[in-house]
């Protein structure tokens, strides 16, 4: 019995010690747990960053900052030098083969703000325009910024005045942007002028 009862004792003493070590457990799991994931999250970013750089070398173009490139394809363009000495001494070539019919279809992108009627509009009408004094239709409230083209709106003044209205008289109230092809603007000037006044 002494023998039994040693060995009760002796169970009861490492029971009692499991229990102990049981709770410095918890607190190691608790810890381990920490590192766990701290660790897997160092390793999640070490994956990252080693993938971008096995991106980096797979699918690299070459070439860093600073570095001159090359185009992957470049687009000609004929250069032409003297283009507005070119338009001056082509303009009576082009004003002989002005098209008036042309003119008239050309006249849609004017007829939002003008009318060739007799009557204003958010712009003064245009018939009779060609050969007019700028700034002269009566009852029509002008910016003066036109004055800078001339003082008689010529086929010569129109056309340049055409190209680019904002550029040829600063501070004009004309919203337009212009007609760039030259050929567009003689027709229209050919339209306007059959119009008379």
Known sequence: KKKKKKALEAVEIRATEFEGYQGDTAYMLDTMTIT?????GCGALLIYLLGSWVGDGLYSM?????????????????ES???????????????????????EKVFGKCRACHKVDGSN??????????????DSVSGFNYSG???????????????????????????????????????DRVNLIAYLDSLGG
């Not at 766990?36 to 897997?40: C, H």
């Not at 910024?145 to 340049?160: I, K, M, R, S």
């Open 36 to 40: 766990k994931a701290v660790g897997g």
């Open 62 to 78: 070459g070439g860093g900052h600073g570095e001159e490139h090359a185009a992957a394809y470049v687009i000609e363009v004929e």
């Open 81 to 103: 030098g003297g283009g507005g000495e070119e338009q001056e001494m082509d303009f009576e070539t082009l004003m002989a083969s002005a098209d008036a019919g042309a003119g």
């Open 121 to 134: 509009a958010t712009g003064p009408h245009l018939d009779g325009v060609v050969g007019r004094d700028i």
């Open 145 to 183: 910024a036109l004055e800078q083209v001339g003082d008689v709106w010529t086929p010569e003044n129109l056309f340049h005045f055409l190209e680019n209205p904002k550029g040829v008289a600063p501070g004009t109230a004309m919203s337009f942007a212009g007609l760039k092809k030259p050929e």
